[in-house]
């Protein structure tokens, strides 16, 4: 099973799905830590693209290495804001 690609925008599942498909592919493949990035970062596009590419820049001129936790994080914070992730457990809380 392949993952989409993703493109950005405003849509915390989609992300949380994307991820998911990602990290499933990557145990599925004994993917190395050190390809992980490579693999994500290949199936960007557009915003998504564009957002990772500078913050990438970002954090490389700042000394950080970007490991798959690193990206994982980014993209979270980017694209599944606290406050939305906050909604979510409320709500998760609320079923139970």
Not at 1 to 10: I, L
Request: glycine share 6%; with cysteine; hydrophobic share 40%.
């Amino acid at each position: 099973n392949k993952p989409s690609h993703f493109d950005g925008g405003y849509n915390p599942e989609k992300l949380e799905l994307w991820i998911k498909q990602i990290e499933k592919i990557f145990r599925a493949i004994n993917c190395p830590d050190n390809q992980k990035v490579n693999y994500a970062e290949f199936m960007l596009v557009g915003e998504a693209k564009c957002w990772w590419d500078s913050t990438r820049r970002l954090l490389e001129g700042g000394g950080i290495i970007i490991t798959w936790e690193v990206f994982r994080a980014k993209f979270f914070e980017k694209y599944f804001p606290n406050d939305v992730r906050r909604a979510k457990e409320i709500e998760f809380m609320q079923l139970k």
